[in-house]
């Protein structure tokens, strides 16, 4: 940001060695925008207010480098390890390391109110489609639902034997998800505050899950018996869950059986839906899977950024947002 800056650059492709270089900042051109240089290796294409695009061309790979639009520093002290915003856009909710949730303001990061309920750590964090309600999981193997209002805590599922590690939310939110490190994923019932079934029991950490509308032409399996007249939006949707031993599954969410198990090349972190058809699913040693559900044989592809964790996935207008350990 001043003249004569620097920041260190690496290029790291694998099974190759790494290159190392820097860019270096000499001054502003006319119209305002920073004079940026790189060393030998590297070539800046274009610099903006906002970003810096950076090629090597010796390995024929280019990144654009941006600028937050805005930085929230207050509202936790250390990592924080899940963050939802609101369907209107208006507020978020996070979790951190320094044990605390909260809800803030999403325009200016003001808090309004910290949700205080959970025994040790917050591990995720959600909210209702309504904006008003917000969906939790903990170390302390419950589930709880809060009002974002008034952040009182409403309802509190227990039932499961290990921390929580994600949620998800069965269309408006009459049934919500849960996967667990005991192994299971739970179906639970808001209005009653009772578990309306095991899901899944893989003997496994479940990391993550995600629930989606199945493509028509999937065999989803019939459920064993009539389901509960409490289920609400069960039908016809495929539960997908990334699992600990190296393991992606889909399950039939309204029959509980088995629709395919595709095995990773390590512990599955987070999964999510590009479609009906398209699911992705990233890895603890950097992959990010993309399976159709109509044939999980072979990958339709899959990404290698870097050996670091992916972390997160989010569906993006036409592609999606990855995030990972590095």
Wanted: glycine content about 12%; proline content about 4%; charged content about 20%.
């Amino acid at each position: 940001s001043r003249d004569e800056g620097e920041a260190w650059l690496s290029c790291r492709s694998p099974g190759k060695p790494t290159l190392y270089g820097s860019v270096t900042r000499r001054g502003l051109s006319s119209d305002g925008v920073p004079d940026i240089v790189a060393s030998e290796g590297f070539v800046v294409r274009e610099v903006t207010k906002k970003s810096i695009l950076i090629s090597c061309p010796h390995e024929n790979v280019s990144t654009k480098f941006l600028a937050p639009y805005t930085s929230f520093c207050r509202i936790h002290q250390k990592s924080i390890t899940c963050l939802d915003i609101s369907s209107g856009g208006g507020l978020g909710v996070s979790t951190s390391t320094d044990g605390t949730m909260k809800i803030w303001q999403a325009a200016n990061g003001e808090i309004r109110r910290l949700l205080e309920g959970h025994v040790y750590d917050v591990n995720c964090c959600r909210f209702f489609p309504s904006g008003l309600v917000v969906l939790s999981g903990g170390m302390d193997a419950q589930l709880k639902i809060w009002s974002a209002e008034d952040a009182s805590c409403v309802v509190t599922f227990k039932g499961h034997k290990g921390g929580i590690l994600d949620t998800a939310i069965v269309d408006r939110g009459r049934n919500v998800l849960s996967c667990s490190r005991d192994g299971t994923a739970r179906l639970w019932d808001c209005g009653k505050s009772a578990c309306l079934g095991v899901i899944a029991d893989c003997g496994s950490p479940i990391n993550g899950i995600a629930v989606g509308t199945a493509d028509n032409s999937l065999n989803l399996g019939t459920p064993e018996k009539p389901p509960s007249e409490r289920e609400v939006g069960t039908e016809g949707k495929i539960l997908l869950l990334a699992r600990e031993d190296k393991k992606l599954q889909g399950v039939g969410l309204q029959s509980r059986q088995p629709v395919f198990l595709f095995v990773g090349s390590d512990a599955f972190n987070c999964c999510t839906f590009l479609s009906s058809t398209y699911v992705l699913a990233g890895t603890q040693d950097g992959n990010i899977y993309q399976l159709d559900v109509r044939n999980t044989n072979v990958p339709i592809q899959v990404i290698h950024r870097s050996g670091a964790p992916v972390l997160s996935l989010l569906p993006y207008r036409d592609g999606f947002v990855a995030s990972q350990g590095n």
